[in-house]
Each structure stands twice: as structure tokens, then as C-alpha cells.
């Protein structure tokens, strides 16, 4: 399976500024995920981002706030911005690999003051 | 809207009990299904997936997941749980081809020696 691994792992950032998190991926992978584990919740979808095109964006979620880039097969970012308390979570990244199995990241713990 | 549903958000058992967590889903469609674990400190991994074919299903460490269609439900069983087996078990359910996955709110499951 691909091993993905996550800058930062975590980080503590005041209300109103924005933070950049890294996915990358051992191997090629057409399709990547965004997902969001909030504080005693389960995960939700962010988006979807393959190489290529724009991130597809579940209900709920706007590129504004949200911001993703995917550039290759093995890289993608996602952008908190102009963060609140409210965005405090566990955001993870993960791909899909032709077996049609999704692997997971190790998430980037963000706080928000 | 699709939902899955977890019934138990904690279980607390002993060493060499038997373990079997609840899974139901709300989708007439084809489903793809999995379980994931989380270990403490550790991120989400696969234990085990359906997609067709033989409804119960094997996965890694021991775990076993029985598909009952008519029920729509996932069930996922261990006859007996060790003191490692303690961690957070997710099921999640894929309804269409592009891998969304929807998750439920997740079980925490904490064996005692």
C-alpha cells in the first residue's frame, strides 16, 4: 500500500491566519482526498483532488476557505484559511490506489486560539 | 441523505472476550464497505473491505466482517479481542465509483488485561 506522510503534524495558530498542510505520496496515485476528523467526531470529506483539475468540494466546504492544490501524481496541499477556533481538527489526506482501497495519512493536528 | 450508523460509541471488555461491533448503512445501491482501526498514537488503517461475492469477509489480526444485505449492515467480529485490540474502529461505507467514503461516528473499543 502507499505510504503518506503529512507536513506539519501539528500546530497551534492564532485566529485569522492561514496554514498550508502537505500530502505527499510514495507513488503515483490518481486520486487524492481531503478529509477533516473534528474533536470526538468522525471523518467528513473536504474534497476530492486529482492531478489535473479543480478539487471537487463537498457540501459545506468552499475553495475560498479551502484551497487546494494537487500539481503531480504524488503531491497535494490544503490551505486553512483565515482560521477560527471552529477549524480546530485532525485534517488528513488520503489516495486511492487501483484496488479501489483508500489509504490514510497520519493527519496534521491543528489548533486554533 | 446516506448515513452510516455505528450503534456503540464505547465498548469496554476483558481479554479473550468476544467482540462484535454494529454497522448499518442507508443506501439501496450498490456498496462498496470497510472497516478501518485506529490505534492509539497511530492513524487509520485498513482492517477489512467488502465489495462482492462472499459476504463475510477476513481481514488482518483476527477480524472477521459479515455483509447481510437484506439487513444493510457490516458487522465486524473478533471471537477473542486481545489488550492490543484497544483503538477506535470506523466503518465506512463507498456508494459510487469516484471513492467518497462516508464514515461512521466510530466505535472506541478499550479491552482490559
Known amino acids: 500500500s502507499a505510504v503518506i506522510s503529512q507536513k506539519p503534524s501539528r500546530d497551534i495558530c492564532q485566529r485569522g491566519t492561514s496554514l498550508t498542510i502537505q500530502c505527499q505520496v510514495d507513488?503515483?496515485?490518481?486520486?487524492m482526498f481531503w478529509y477533516r476528523q473534528q474533536p470526538g467526531q468522525s471523518l467528513t470529506l473536504i474534497a476530492t483532488a486529482n492531478q489535473g483539475s479543480e478539487a471537487t468540494y463537498e457540501s459545506g466546504f468552499v475553495i475560498d476557505k479551502f484551497p487546494i492544490s494537487r500539481p503531480n501524481l504524488t503531491f497535494s496541499t490544503l490551505t486553512v484559511s483565515n482560521m477560527s477556533p471552529e477549524d480546530s481538527s485532525i485534517y488528513l489526506c488520503?489516495?486511492?490506489?487501483?484496488?479501489?482501497?483508500?489509504?490514510f495519512g497520519p493527519g496534521t493536528r491543528l489548533t486554533v486560539t | 441523505a446516506q448515513s452510516v450508523s455505528q450503534h456503540n460509541h464505547h465498548v469496554i471488555l476483558s481479554e479473550a472476550a468476544s467482540l462484535e461491533l454494529g454497522c448499518n448503512y442507508s443506501?439501496?445501491?450498490?456498496?462498496?464497505l470497510f472497516w478501518y482501526v485506529q490505534y492509539p498514537g497511530q492513524h487509520l488503517q485498513l482492517l477489512l473491505k467488502y465489495f462482492s461475492g462472499d459476504p463475510l469477509v477476513k481481514g488482518i489480526k483476527g477480524f472477521e466482517a459479515e455483509f447481510i444485505k437484506s439487513k444493510f449492515s457490516f458487522n465486524l467480529r473478533k471471537p477473542s479481542v486481545q489488550w492490543s485490540d484497544t483503538a477506535e474502529y470506523f466503518c465506512a461505507v463507498k456508494t459510487d465509483s469516484w471513492g467518497k467514503l462516508q464514515f461512521g461516528a466510530g466505535t472506541q473499543v478499550v479491552v482490559t488485561p
Open positions: 488520503s489516495v486511492e490506489e487501483s484496488s479501489y482501497e483508500q489509504y
Open positions: 443506501y439501496g445501491g450498490t456498496v462498496n
Open positions: 507513488s503515483q496515485v490518481t486520486m
